[in-house]
């Protein structure tokens, strides 16, 4: 424990201890770039508050496989508590912040308000539905833990329904899975879902054939994988279309309901399971701060990552909108992490009454996978891969940034596992009544 | 798939193929009864459809491991479909068996009805709270995989709680842990809890200190494990003793709510965390045989396991009520795969017109762990160990019987992990907003 001064209870502070004479640096978010802010403050004397809503941090570049039934959630996500309990000027808080009061320098929690003399925002993003908030029921969106468990439930109830109806129709839209959007999420869940199709579920079935199942993606744009150089465009397509997943370009969405999704040219696709990869809206903490906005929510920070005005506020990661060479910085990991170094230097910078520095991007490269085997890489100035070496490249350094020894053991055996056996072995439907939310179109009466 | 005409959905009958002049039987329970009598079928010449709401086999005897974050849910259970995929004779049917028609060899789904020439009715038993059902949301019982996700979401979160709030009397009582019922599970999940709570969180929080955690055992009946022999009794508190765990004997609950527990003697242990261990009720299911069940709805089978007057129906495991040498069989796993077993046996003999046999349970022994390195174990005819040996022996029996080879090793991993270090894995709150359903009471404005 930290030797110090607990806040007591009776006025509206939270319960967080204070070192006298040390100043304390708040940090809302446990995401990649909140984490890497939290570790490089290890060796400063500060004390450092960082607030989550969850009690865990999540491997986001994995959630897919855990959708998809590949991984546990255990697997890719550890404890925000285990993965600080060595650093002993840390402290973490299980709270939702609700807005920030800049010129008190004070955090409003759900459980009361904290003071900081520095803090730092990475709430990240959540899936956007350009307005259209009745889709979010038929396309769920993959953000959470609780997403992902929430889609693997419906992509293994549908194979299920498709299995106890003889209906014909019924079947083929069971076994139909449109993805809207085209990007890395969109491209890595429509991989994962045909082989889970294709592979792991084809013995499991009596009635199905469940290879037939058709995988579309849905690209209102005109190529997928935007943030990707065309050639290794073109070679995630050929690597897609090999697993047999259907690719729409140029196709905006114009409705999506519980049987399907309507594409702007008027066609129709019948599908029960519809999963949203399209859009991202920043998390509305950022708009409490009172400074300008960019269209999806993102407050636009200066050179240094603080807000207008605000030297001792920063904002990072997903919900930061920050342009290098006239170009917005995409929203991965890689950005989170380095933004997160950069503020906690600035602001020990400050507090040695030293200039602050202008935040750069060094871009590591990017990486995505096509199922099993084939995946494509992009490290710039000329370093592409694509196919199998690119895969491993892509397992080894997901695996090797898991946290906790414990976690990557776990998912080196799944995947071992799996790449002998095309087992995925999560296919568990977990939930209130399984059956009942699937039985509707399915029983006798309905027809 | 299996050649055959599937049946039309015109007429109220599920989508399930059958091979002309095979006869068909239909297993309901996916369960350890349920999946032996399957497998038993393996080379017999009929259709075998097994139905079960879920559609996954779940280990029973390791879900206390997943309610205290040492295991994910998918170490320990397999989708049943995958279990017996290789058996091409068996269709599995997610669907939820609501009455049996024995008059007419029917039994209604909620998705349609199925006739069946054998029916082996395997859907085992529910935590019961005798007759006060309020209790059931302040003390969830540990039966199915959402059970242990919301005891392990629960655990967890007392722990966040004790460490957000400044007021002593509410730490104390978030730190509280009452687990009512000193059975194997009681006794397991209390030696589970002690370790987290000692070792596992340790070094997490900064707030409190996590080994003052208390973990009551509250048993109605004069000794604990009443299943075992005395002197293994006796081992196994002085285990648990050793964990800290308080043992109350002979203190029947009277009264259960939000903030703990009221005992007959009148004492009141204030605890957010109350755990049932205690009672079982048979699967209503039995019921609607309409022939005679026992206090807490087994159905009472004769000698060979048939239900009077319908030779062709069969209970087994935790639904049945079956004696030997005047004593109730136990609910456990052992009893159940050997019924399931036996069941089948009968049946083929009856298909075959020849005479069935009685069953007899033979006892492979008892096996119970209290936390890390201590067990108990009891073969009967004076083979008991206790202690590393028999913790050791446990570890080895429920591993080997999980099925599935990723299981297996992922199970190994994760103990070996555990034991190395002290660390429980699979620490993760989800559910709905973590925070909104905890904060209630922490909260300033609620003091």
Chains 1, 2 share one sequence.
Not at 38 to 46: C, E, H, S, T, Y
Not at 197 to 220: K, M, P, Y
Request: hydrophobic share 45%.
């Amino acid at each position: 424990m930290i030797a110090g001064v607990p806040v007591r209870a009776g006025d509206a502070h939270v319960a967080v201890s204070s070192t006298p004479g040390r100043r304390r640096i708040v940090i809302v978010g446990g995401g990649f770039g909140g984490l890497q802010a939290a570790r490089a403050l290890r060796w400063a004397d500060v004390d450092v508050v960082l607030v989550d809503r969850r009690n865990h941090h999540v491997f986001q570049p994995l959630l897919y496989q855990v959708a998809t039934a590949g991984l546990s959630p255990g697997d890719i996500a550890s404890p925000i508590r285990w993965i600080l309990r060595r650093q002993q000027n840390v402290q973490v808080l299980l709270a939702e912040a609700q807005r920030i009061d800049a010129e008190a320098h004070v955090l409003h929690l759900d459980i009361g308000q904290l003071h900081y003399d520095a803090l730092i925002i990475a709430t990240g993003a959540t899936h956007a539905y350009f307005g259209h908030d009745a889709w979010q029921t038929h396309a769920p969106g993959l953000k959470t833990l609780e997403d992902a468990g929430l889609i693997r439930r419906h992509l293994l109830l549908a194979f299920e329904q498709a299995e106890r109806t003889p209906v014909q129709a019924e079947r083929t839209r069971h076994l139909t899975f449109v993805i809207v959007g085209g990007g890395p999420t969109g491209v890595e869940l429509a991989g994962a879902l045909a082989e889970l199709a294709n592979f792991s579920l084809a013995r499991d079935f009596r009635s199905i054939d469940t290879s037939c199942a058709r995988v579309v993606i849905v690209e209102a744009g005109p190529r997928i994988l935007g943030a990707f150089p065309p050639d290794l465009q073109d070679k995630a397509e050929q690597a897609l279309l090999r697993l047999g997943v259907v690719i729409r370009k140029h196709s905006p969405v114009t409705g999506i309901d519980a049987l399907g999704v309507t594409l702007a040219d008027g066609e129709r696709i019948e599908a029960s399971t519809v999963l949203w990869a399209a859009g991202v809206a920043a998390s509305p903490l950022g708009r409490s701060l009172g400074v300008e906005v960019d269209r999806v929510g993102r407050v636009v920070v200066r050179p240094d990552l603080t807000v207008p005005d605000r030297p001792d506020v920063y904002v990072i990661g997903d919900l930061a909108h920050f342009e290098q060479d006239g170009q917005l910085l995409p929203g991965v990991a890689q950005v989170a992490m380095q933004q997160g170094a950069h503020a906690v230097e600035n602001i020990l910078r400050r507090f040695g009454n030293q200039p602050v520095r202008d935040f750069r991007y060094h871009d590591l490269g990017n990486l995505a996978t096509i199922g099993r085997n084939a995946a494509i890489a992009d490290f710039g100035g000329g370093w592409r891969f694509s196919g199998v070496f690119a895969w491993w490249l892509w397992l080894f350094v997901h695996v090797l940034k898991l946290t906790g020894f414990r976690n990557r053991t776990a998912v080196l055996i799944q995947w071992a596992w799996a790449y002998v056996t095309h087992q995925r072995g999560i296919r568990l439907i977990t939930g209130q009544d399984p059956v009942e939310s699937s039985a509707s179109d399915s029983s006798p009466s309905a027809r």
